[in-house]
C-alpha cells in the first residue's frame, strides 16, 4: 500500500489496496489514518454492493438513511443521484443526518457513474476549526447546545463535541442540519451559526476530491464536514454510499 497525505490539514490518498481482500493489519492502517486525517481515499476499487456493506461493517454496525432511496436490495446504501441542482440537499455543508440522536460516524463513498465534468466533493477538519477558534469563543460555545433537524427528525447535540476515540475537540454545527441554538430562536441564532460554518470551510482547512473511476473515499463524520458541489448540469452522477452507526455526540 503506498500513501500520500492530501493537503496539510485533511485527507490521506492510498493506492496498491484491495478493500475486498484486506487483512486485519491492513484495515488497522486504513482505521488509524482515517482517525488521524478526518478523509482517506482509496483508488481503484471495484466492490460490489455486498462487499461495500461487508467493508463498512468492519466499523461497526451500519445505519439506515432515514429518508432517501437505498440500493435495490440493499436498503443500508444509500443511492445519491441528480435530481437537479434545485433539489439536491448535499450541496451544503453538513456531516451526515445529524438530525438523528446517534448521527453516523464512518461513511463510506464509492463512485459509480461520474459526470464528464464537476461533481467534486470537498471535507472540512472539524479538529482545527474548533483549535482555531478565540480562548473566548471556545468559552462561550462550551456547553452550548444546538438543535439539528431534518426528515421529520430533531436532536440536540453539542456544539463542541469531544471524539470517542481520539479524544480531540471539534466544532459541530453545520448548514445542512442544524437550525438554532438550545434556547434561542432561529433569528438569534443564524449570525453566529453562518460565522461558525464559514470559519470551519475555511479554503485552508479542506480538501477537494475530483472523482474518478473507482474511488472510494471514507470519512469521519465526528471531525470532519462536506460539501458536494452540484455543477454537472443535467449528467448523470451515481454514488452510493454506507454510512455505519455512530453514538450519541458527547
Ligand atoms: C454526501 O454524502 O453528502 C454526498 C457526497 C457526494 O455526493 O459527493
New binding site residues.
Partial sequence: MQSRRLTGSIGIEFRGVDLAQLDDDGFAVIKAALLEHGVVVVRDQNLTPAEHKAFGERFGPLHTHPAAPGVEGHPEI?L?QNYGKSRSI?EVW?S?VTCEARPPSV?I?HSRVLPTYG???MWANQYLAYDRLSDGMKRMLEGMRAVHAAFNLESVHPVIRTHPETGRKALFVNAGFTRRFEDMSPEESRPLLDLLVRHASSPDLCYRHQ?TEGDLVMWDNRGVM?F?VHDYDEQE?V?H?VTVQGDEPR
Avoid: E, P, V
Fill in positions: 444509500l445519491l448535499t453538513h451526515d461513511s463513498l461533481g467534486d466533493t472523482w462536506h458536494a452522477r454514488m454510499r
